[in-house]
């Protein structure tokens, strides 16, 4: 019994939740509108929900209109913009009405924005692109930003306004930084092709972090130059030292092994019948265990320059490694003594270490993600 109450509690709970009443108590009125539309389109008699519309829906237009009235009175740069958004929010909730006909029974006439709408939409968009004007006259990158912003956003509302599009695209020039990340000069010959896979990757990376739409652009020199830019506000340098590749070492480890094997053996009890007993054998084997191993590691440089400025604005060091390591080995004995791990050194073989351009990559990796990981967050600051 109370099992049933509780759950008719939960379900009361739940239809005031979908009826938008909780919102509407709260001075949600587009919320509890959207919910009681909502609750109506499945259940047309819903006494809660076409409550809910038809108290919340003069109360949402009384104070929408207030929004506006005090807008339009207001001193605030961007009062069509809020005027705009309030008059959209108003048309959402025709619509909500409109497209379900026991919603329209209770409101027949939802009040929709039309012409008056485009009027709006003219002068909020103009009043973005004054704010465009205003910001880009000034000298700073952040104000070039913020120019930015306004522009697109004059553009978005009216499409193609006034000359928003190509104001957007001087804004954007003055607002990115750009930069240069230099080839990385290596520490032999033998590494020159893994070092300009590693740059390569690290520029796309890069690229990836902060696409061309972004405020911060990344450049090899080539492209700086096929884009004329003599001026970079910043250059990466990024240099490997220290790079070594290790001599091969050689250890071997010998243990013996033992294990009790449990199995059901037949015991002879009769001249016919035999019975099953439980017998434990101990079973022993010997393993050696032999491992080869080359380790590598080093330095990357790293360096972030104010090119213009000739200072210096980050200096930092990632370090790598990485050992390449076999194992193989050789067993004498009952089998049933391993273990899976030693099984399988067992099925490995002895091989030759990489070559050192191999071991040049692999140390690489790790530091190509903690390299890309400093470069993001020292460059988000800019985006």
């Known amino acids: 019994m109370k099992n049933f109450i509780y759950l008719l509690i939960l379900a009361f709970a739940i239809s005031a939740c979908s009826s938008g009443k909780k919102a509407l108590e709260e001075g949600n009125y587009l919320e509890a509108i959207e919910k009681a539309v909502n609750r109506l389109s499945n259940d047309a008699g819903n006494k809660k929900a076409r409550q809910v519309l038809s108290e919340g829906y003069p109360m949402a237009m009384e104070y929408y209109q207030e929004e506006i009235d005090q807008a339009l009175s207001s001193n605030d740069r961007f009062k069509w913009g809020i005027t705009l958004g309030v008059m959209e929010r108003v048309n959402r909730v025709s619509d909500l009405i409109r497209k379900v006909p026991a919603a329209r029974k209770i409101i027949p006439s939802p009040k929709t924005y039309t012409s008056e709408l485009n009027d709006v939409r003219e002068r909020a968009a103009e009043e973005r692109y004054q704010a465009g004007l205003v910001s880009i006259e000034r000298p700073g990158r952040e104000d070039a930003k913020d120019a930015y912003f306004h522009f697109r956003e004059a553009d978005r509302l009216v499409p193609s306004y006034k000359d928003a599009l190509g104001k957007m695209q001087i804004a954007k020039q003055r607002a990115t930084i750009k930069v240069v990340i230099e080839p990385i000069p290596v520490p032999s010959k033998r590494y020159e092709l893994s070092a300009e896979f590693f740059y390569n990757q690290v520029i796309e990376r890069m690229n990836q972090k902060f696409p061309s739409q972004s405020f911060v652009n990344f450049y090899t020199p080539e492209e700086a130059e096929r884009a004329e830019l003599k001026y970079p506000d ?144 020292f460059f988000k600051r800019y985006d």
Do not use: C
């Not at 070594?244 to 053996?265: Q, S």
């Not at 009890?269 to 084997?285: A, I, N, P, W």
């Not at 360096?303 to 000739?310: L, M, N, P, S, T």
């Not at 050789?330 to 899976?340: A, K, N, P, S, Y």
């Open 234 to 377: 910043m250059v990466v340098m990024l240099e490997f030292y220290d790079f070594f590749v290790g001599n091969l070492n050689h250890f071997e480890e010998e243990e013996i092994l033992t294990r009790d094997i449990t199995k059901e053996v037949p015991v002879k009890v009769g001249k016919d019948s035999v019975r099953y007993e439980t017998q434990t054998f101990r079973k022993q084997g010997k393993i050696r265990v032999i491992t080869d191993e080359v380790a590598s590691g080093g330095l990357l440089n790293v360096k972030i320059e104010d090119f213009q400025a000739e200072k210096l604005l980050q200096e930092d060091r990632v370090p790598g490694e990485f050992v390449w390591r076999n194992q193989y080995g050789i067993f004498v004995g009952d089998e049933e003594v391993l273990t899976e791990h030693q099984i399988h050194i067992l099925n490995n073989s002895a091989v030759p270490p990489p070559p050192p351009q191999d071991m040049f990559i692999e140390f690489t990796r790790p530091i190509y993600t903690r390299l890309t990981d400093r470069l993001t967050r």
